[in-house]
């Protein structure tokens, strides 16, 4: 009964702090398609061409406001409160249940995503409709799009979750994670899209985890990529996947019996 | 003076406490840094790719962002902590310790607000600034003087909408979301006015004097100055700048009358 | 001895906004509030002479905290006049100030990652002290509590005692008249609060510093002041000696028996018996009915005695009385 009692209590804080957010992100959004509007229509124009690598001025629009609709649904926070957490040693209860401790926040950080997805994600939307003439893709690559978006959110969750980690070897992760932030944000595609960078560039972002976190399923929605296409882009990112998932739970198994024992 | 006293004694002690996590301190820098250096690149991939923004090269873009990751890292530097404080204090009940202090409640703010993480970010602005101008081969002249004198106004600009935001912590609930809404709203900054129509730019300049931050310095050293594009930079920032010391007045008051 | 603080007729009303239960109601509040006026302080009035350590007292919400913020000068009243120390506090805040220490009990005041030395300097700088002056009363101030090697420490890393003690030194640097403790020594250990408590006789004698102290120690309380403020709902219920609370007040005495050898069992009238076993036996007495000197007869004549103490009963229940009595006549 407690449990319950204070569940609700935090979806009440929640709700505060929400209708914050709510107000913000809803002119935040327009003045940054506004902006991108008039930037790019200007760059576009300057430049006489009707396609700059790869997107026409609607697609790249359009390209924006999915990179902010994906950041809405894929975002995470776990490093931070994993951050205070351990700092505050208020996570030696979690050890008892070490698994879990992975799956809980996960949870939590779905539900946090379903509530953006209602405040955040719907506005945006009928934001970019009311703007823009938005393409909309067929059935099939509307379907690759959202599977290619939870896999970017799996994805981002246990990458974040391992940066979280390191809160137990430093005592302040602040720095870490801004860097974090700010090497996804500049390589995983959100700024602009990756075909803006020199072949070479491209092929090592291939390599990395980073596009797949956005720049791909916002490709899908665009109908970047053919069917032949589809299948590895998936793949890899099952790969990534597994790969954080991976050094997430082993390192967290090390963490636990190093700090358990001595306390945090 | 004892002002300047208290404000050396200000600027120590919070080095001291930036320090106290010293790796984290570093790494923060140059995370920040880090994402300074973010918007010139992608400018120059915009350049290298199509036919760039109209009106501005490649260089005189730079500078341009230069001069506003310069004014905008003074502000982290000398200002943010400023609503931070605030904010913080009123969260948690703790403000009042600033009322307990015998100066004047914002000077004081102000006086232990210096956030040193800013300085990775004045770097960045400078070196950019540098960079551009070797590259565009400008001169120390009047202008590259009244573009000095632009950015100072910048920074008083920086100043005034801190003080807002802190302000209306007390007579708005939940300001943070005011803090987010700025940097929101900088972002308009991040790109010349003349990309803008001209509805939106007088917007800019006169109801809300982003511009001022970087589009106005950088015209100046680049094209030159008239007395009317002078007085559109400054007189808004001033007009906004004497408001914000008004308002805080408001909140002060309302604060002491319901006792926070 | 001259007042240093006057309240006449302190009213203080405030504005709060109703918050209910349930998602309807937090909806909308995100557009309408509703506001509701609370009276904190009805119209007090009392007077604090120089010199003076007094103590308020009261239960959470009685109008305290009210009282004391606007004596810090961050509060002005919906009525009413105060002065002090020369000063209506909240309209000259930053010279009122400048003699004025404040200690927060359970809020942090100094600065969290560095040195408490650290606070100390600057204080140094804010309220102009010499350097000679700032120094000597420093040394003087560290060396009686003890905090000569942990004020070089973090904040963050001393314990509550040692906090405490350093927001202490803080708050009397500048050798402030007047100085405000509200809930200084909660959660600090026997020893610490004995401390504490001769470090504020000892400023007081020396500095002739006037304190106002806030707590629900009534021990402490006891221990320092020799003149009470009793406040609740808002009105001053008592304001005056401690002795005279407790003579007022008090209708019963406790009594501590030890004995040589065993005994029966205790019986008198008048007589509640708290604890007995084997050789010791702890009574509570009704004096409005019985007198001491009757009792210790019954005792003398019918046990084997080794031992009695005679106690006033804590002075909580003393207060608690109070209350009730008010509440009754309220």
Redesign the interface.
């Known amino acids: 009964m407690k449990k319950f009692k204070g569940l609700v209590k935090n979806a009440?804080k929640l709700?505060?702090?929400y209708?914050?957010?709510f107000?913000?992100s809803l002119?935040?959004v327009p003045?940054?398609l506004?902006?991108y509007y008039?930037?790019w229509g200007?760059?576009?124009?300057?430049?006489?061409?009707s396609v700059?690598?790869g997107y026409t001025f609607l697609e790249l629009i359009t390209y924006y406001a999915l990179s902010m609709v994906v950041g809405m649904l894929t975002y995470v926070d776990v490093d931070a409160w994993m951050g205070n957490d351990i700092k505050s040693g208020v996570v030696v209860s979690d050890f008892l249940r070490p698994i879990s401790y992975i799956w809980n926040l996960f949870y939590v950080t779905c539900g946090f995503r379903s509530l953006a997805f209602i405040i955040e994600v719907i506005p945006t939307i009928l934001i970019a409709i009311f703007f823009i003439k938005v393409p909309v893709p067929s059935i099939l690559y509307f379907v690759f799009f959202l599977i290619s978006l939870i896999f970017a959110f799996l994805l981002n969750y246990f990458l974040t979750f391992c940066v979280g980690l390191t809160a137990f070897w430093?005592?302040?992760?602040?720095?870490?994670r801004?860097?974090k932030?700010?090497?996804k944000?500049?390589l995983e595609g959100g700024?602009?899209p990756l075909t803006?960078?020199?072949l070479s560039f491209q092929v090592v972002f291939k390599f990395l985890p980073f596009q797949y976190m956005r720049f791909v399923p916002i490709n899908f929605y665009l109908q970047k990529y053919t069917l032949m296409e589809a299948w590895p882009l998936f793949l890899i990112q099952l790969i990534w996947i597994g790969v954080f998932y991976l050094i997430a739970v082993f390192v967290y198994k090390k963490a636990f019996k190093k700090f358990a024992g001595a306390g945090v | 003076m004892t002002r300047a006293g208290i404000f050396k004694k200000g600027m120590q002690l919070t080095l001291s406490q930036d320090m106290a996590y010293k790796w984290n301190f570093l790494i923060t820098v140059i995370a920040t840094m880090f994402k300074d250096f973010i918007g010139p690149l992608i400018i120059i991939l915009i350049y290298t790719s199509t036919s760039g923004i109209p009106g501005w090269s490649l260089y005189e873009f730079l500078l341009f962002q230069g001069t506003l990751t310069l004014v905008f890292g003074f502000g982290h530097f000398a200002f943010v902590q400023i609503p931070a404080k605030v904010i913080s204090g009123v969260r948690r009940g703790t403000f009042d310790k600033y009322l307990l202090k015998p100066v004047d409640t914002l000077f004081y703010l102000t006086a232990i607000a210096t956030d040193w993480d800013g300085l990775g970010q004045v770097a960045v602005g400078l070196a950019l600034i540098i960079f551009a101008f070797i590259k565009l081969n400008l001169a120390i002249s009047l202008n590259f003087w009244i573009y000095v004198l632009l950015i100072l106004v910048a920074f008083i600009f920086q100043y005034a909408i801190m003080v807002l935001i802190s302000a209306l912590t007390f007579l708005i609930v939940q300001s943070w979301a005011l803090l987010d809404l700025f940097f929101k709203i900088s972002d308009f900054a991040r790109y010349p006015s003349s990309v803008y129509g001209v509805g939106l730019r007088f917007m800019l300049t006169f109801f809300f004097p982003i511009a001022i931050s970087a589009y106005y310095p950088s015209i100046v050293l680049i094209n030159g100055f008239s007395i009317k594009l002078l007085l559109e930079a400054v007189i808004p920032v001033f007009v906004f700048f004497i408001l914000s010391l008004y308002v805080w007045k408001l909140a002060m008051r309302k604060y002491t009358s319901a006792g926070g | 001895m001259e007042n240093i603080v006057t309240v006449k007729n302190l009213k203080k009303v405030y504005k709060t906004h109703k918050r209910k239960q349930g998602l309807l109601n937090a909806v909308k509040s995100i557009f309408f509030r509703e506001y509701e006026n609370k009276e904190a302080l009805k119209g007090i009035s009392f007077e604090i002479k120089k010199g003076e350590i007094i103590g308020l007292i009261g239960p959470n919400g009685a109008g305290k905290s009210t009282t004391i913020k606007t004596l810090s000068g961050f509060l002005f009243p919906t009525e009413g006049e105060v002065t002090s120390m020369g000063f209506t506090p909240w309209k000259s805040r930053a010279k009122y100030v400048k003699n004025l220490g404040v200690v927060l009990g359970q809020k942090e005041q100094l600065w969290w990652d560095l040195p408490a030395v650290d606070t100390f300097y600057l204080s140094k700088e804010l309220y102009d002290i010499p350097k000679k002056a700032f120094k000597k009363r420093l040394n003087f101030m560290v060396k009686l509590l003890d905090v000569e090697k942990v004020m070089h420490t973090p904040v963050r890393d001393m314990s509550l005692g040692e906090r405490m003690k350093c927001k202490l030194i803080a708050a009397l640097l500048h050798n402030p008249k007047l100085v405000l403790l509200d809930e200084p020594s909660i959660g600090l250990d026997v020893i610490a609060k004995d401390r504490f408590r001769d470090f504020i006789k000892l400023v007081n004698k020396k500095y002739g510093t006037t304190f106002i102290v806030t707590t629900h120690d009534m021990q402490e309380i006891e221990q320092l002041c020799k003149n009470i403020i009793i406040i609740n709902h808002g009105k001053i219920i008592y304001n005056g000696p401690i002795k005279e609370i407790k003579k007022e007040f008090l209708t019963s005495k406790f009594m501590d028996i030890k004995l040589e050898s065993k005994g029966t069992k205790f019986k008198f009238k008048s007589c509640n018996v708290v604890e007995q076993d084997d050789y010791e036996i702890k009574i509570q007495v009704d004096t409005q009915k019985t007198k001491i000197k009757e009792v210790i007869n019954y005792l003398l004549s019918k046990y084997d005695v080794a031992d009695i103490l005679i106690s006033d009963p804590p002075i909580e229940k003393i207060i608690q009385k109070i209350f009730q009595r008010k509440h009754e006549e309220v």
């Open positions: 009440f709700g505060l702090a209708r914050a957010h107000f913000v002119i935040g003045l940054a506004i902006i008039y930037l200007s760059i576009f124009s300057y430049s006489g061409q700059l690598n430093f005592k302040e992760i602040y720095g870490l801004k860097i932030t700010a090497i944000a500049f700024l602009i803006f960078f020199p």
